[in-house]
């Protein structure tokens, strides 16, 4: 449990410094990361699907559109992304595949790709506000970490995104809209920065 806490501790810390190279992410994220992207698809789509259709949870889409430095819609953008379930983990115990719900899209002439997914819950006694972790990779500036949040979770206080703020990274923040079926959608526009995370 606490080599878990620790390890969560690290990812976070890399998120809040995303946009500034602080400090590498350390090997065993790494590692994680090198291990997800075994299952990543020959071929990638601007749609595609993170969570099963039956997995449990709210279902949720999410939308972005990816702009480059210039502010134009940035095309063939790889997006990799990866969440929590409905209970706040990533996977089960002792899984090889550290992060179950995953999914890779590319983005489409304008910039645009989309996910359906479920809506993440935060970690179990934690207050940090959900999330999905994605990653950009780009030709001109290398991979480029971000958390895309939601404007309404409770957790997402000013305090709470002050601190984030203080450490360099404001976050990404979508208002999130209910469809009659219960749908949740949420938009991101996503700016490529000068320089990659890792």
């Given at each position: 449990?606490?080599?878990?806490?620790?390890l969560l501790l690290t990812i976070v810390a890399f998120a809040l410094t995303a946009?500034?190279?602080?400090?590498?992410?350390?090997?065993?994220?790494?590692?994680m990361w090198k291990t997800a992207q075994q299952a990543r698809p020959s071929s990638l789509t601007?749609?595609?699907r993170i969570a099963a259709e039956r997995e449990p949870g709210i279902p949720l889409v999410v939308r972005g559109v990816v702009l480059d430095r210039d502010g134009r819609p940035a095309a063939n953008v790889e997006v990799f992304a990866y969440h929590t379930d409905a209970g706040?983990?990533?996977a089960p115990p002792g899984s090889v595949d550290p992060w179950r719900l995953k999914g890779w899209a590319v983005t489409d002439t304008n910039g645009r790709f989309e996910f359906?997914?479920?809506?993440?819950?935060?970690?179990?006694g934690r207050e940090i506000p959900a999330h999905i972790h994605a990653t950009l990779t780009t030709r001109c500036c290398?991979?480029?970490?971000?958390?895309?949040m939601?404007?309404?979770d409770p957790l997402a206080t000013?305090?709470?995104r002050d601190r984030f703020a203080a450490a360099g990274e404001n976050g990404l923040y979508g208002s999130v809209t209910r469809a009659v079926d219960g749908t949740e959608e949420v938009s991101y526009t996503i700016r490529i920065r000068e320089q990659g995370n890792f």
């Open positions: 449990m606490r080599t878990h806490y620790r946009g500034r190279l602080i400090a590498q992410p350390d090997e065993r994220f790494l590692r601007p749609v595609s706040g983990s990533y359906r997914t479920i809506r993440p819950a935060p970690y179990p290398g991979r480029q970490f971000d958390d895309l939601f404007d309404d000013r305090a709470y």
